[in-house]
């Protein structure tokens, strides 16, 4: 299904009024509201693949109706997203979960949504049904050239699906490491990885990014051999100028520091860019800014400063995808949320005085600082989403729309109540 230019200009009518009075309001109480909104209409995000239909746990996965069953489906969906938010010009694809029959046509579909393609993702954490060799123990790191060229054979074929469909980047996310003390040599896993990376390495277009993603635990539960952020910056130094840190919020080890680790990657200029997701636990992958919206924020705020303190512009010399699983939510409202998420932390970071921070922090004047930092928080920043929305001929209030206009229902007499999603 298409969502007609008339039927957001109809929901983006009933709501004008009231969205212009709150938007004034806001307007008189900051002084930089109109570029904020021009930054905000800039700043795209891109939705994984994997994400548009029920990712469920171990212990099960609960379908929802109306799952897009094959790429064109998915496209379909964030084409959706993208219409009500403008938001989500992007698609994060994975292989072998997502293969395009045709890449013409997939890229051509995709364009006709208003859509691009961000980073490919390789996958070497399965088995596929066809496969030669396993990766039960590892894959970059194998302790068998045999299965480490089988993995590396595999990052080179994503590099080129996304050559053929206009991405620059791919990320690598390794399940590599141990279950038990002794089970591996760390030192040889760590240099059979570099060594194996190298090879891909070698095969990246000259304007392409590869970003290495790390992760603190599971499925490997005594070590993984990309298992924070210092492993990761190591590899992608040895590896040299186009190789990058990812950070995916929900692969760190309770309380970690992350607004300190984006800060420092940005200053290396290593920093390649986010898998957005929250938690309470582990690798939850729930919505954004659902748990701690206030650590998005503290890392948004290191990423204005940080970004402008390198001249960098903030909405494509970053890499901005989110990773979630959806388990009892409907996958797109759930995106919806975390794709507002993101721009709020985005919007109330750009709030912030950074001469007068400054100025606290050389003071030592931490009150102030404090008192800085949360001022922005808790500003009520929707009403500038909201009209880098209707700038763009998006919907006043996405998920709003989405429910009025039975988007989901729709789906479902398209694609039937059965249809499952292709991947998890
Ligand atoms: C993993 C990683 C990685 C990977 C994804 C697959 O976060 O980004 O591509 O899940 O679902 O946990
Ligand atoms: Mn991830
Ligand atoms: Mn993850």
């Known amino acids: 299904m298409r969502i007609q230019k008339q039927e957001i200009e109809k929901h983006n009518g009933k709501l004008l009024s009231r969205h212009q009075r709150k938007l004034k309001q806001l307007s008189n109480e900051i002084p930089n509201a109109q570029k904020i909104i021009r930054k905000l209409i800039d700043f795209q995000i891109a939705i994984p693949s994997w994400a548009l239909g029920t990712g469920g746990t171990r212990f099960g996965r609960f379908s929802g109706p109306g799952e897009p069953g ?166 992608a ?30 200053m290396e200029g290593k920093l390649g860019g986010f898998h957005f997701n929250d938690s309470k636990y582990g690798d939850d992958d729930l919505t954004v800014g659902s748990i701690n919206p206030y650590q998005l924020f503290l890392i948004f705020n290191e990423l204005v400063e940080g970004m402008d303190a390198r001249n960098m512009n903030h909405s494509t010399d970053l890499g901005w995808m989110i990773d979630a699983s959806h388990n009892v939510k409907d996958p797109l409202e759930d995106l919806l949320q975390s794709v507002e998420a993101i721009k709020i932390a985005y919007a109330q970071a750009l709030l912030i005085d950074r001469r007068e921070l400054n100025r606290a922090q050389e003071n030592n004047d931490v009150a102030r600082a404090q008192e800085i930092l949360q001022q922005a928080y808790r500003t009520d920043v929707r009403p500038l989403l909201a009209e880098a929305r209707l700038k763009s001929g998006a919907a006043l209030q996405p998920i709003q729309l989405f429910r009025e206009l039975n988007v989901r229902k729709q789906l479902v007499s398209e694609r039937g109540s059965k249809a499952v999603a292709t991947g998890l």
């Not at 292989?95 to 390789?122: M, Q, Y």
């Not at 996304?162 to 620059?168: D, I, Y």
């Not at 040895?238 to 929900?250: E, Q, S």
Request: charged share 20%; proline share 4%; hydrophobic share 40%.
């Open 237 to 266: 130094s040895k590896l040299g100028p186009k190789a990058y840190t990812l950070v995916d919020l929900g692969h760190h080890l309770p309380n970690a520091n992350i607004e300190q680790i984006v800060s420092l990657l940005l």
């Open 70 to 235: 094959s790429l064109e489906q998915k496209i379909e969906d964030i084409g959706l997203l993208h219409t009500l938010n403008k938001s989500s010009g992007a698609v994060s694809l994975h292989i072998p979960w997502d293969i395009p029959t045709s890449n013409r046509k997939i890229k051509a579909l995709a364009a006709e949504h208003g859509l691009k393609f961000d980073a490919v993702n390789s996958n070497t954490f399965q088995d596929q049904p066809r496969q030669k060799l396993s990766y039960k123990f590892g894959s970059l790191q194998h302790v068998n050239a045999k299965v480490r060229q089988q993995a590396i054979d595999h990052n080179i074929e994503v590099i080129k699906y996304g050559k053929a469909l206009g991405s620059n980047s791919i990320t690598v996310w390794l399940s590599d490491g141990s279950c038990f003390p002794g089970q591996l040599n760390f030192r040889k896993a760590f240099q059979r990885t570099l060594e194996s990376l190298e090879e891909i390495y070698a095969a990246l277009p000259s304007n392409w990014k590869m970003f290495v993603e790390y992760k603190a635990f599971e499925p490997n539960f005594y070590s993984m051999t990309v298992g924070d952020w210092g492993q990761s910056y190591l590899f």
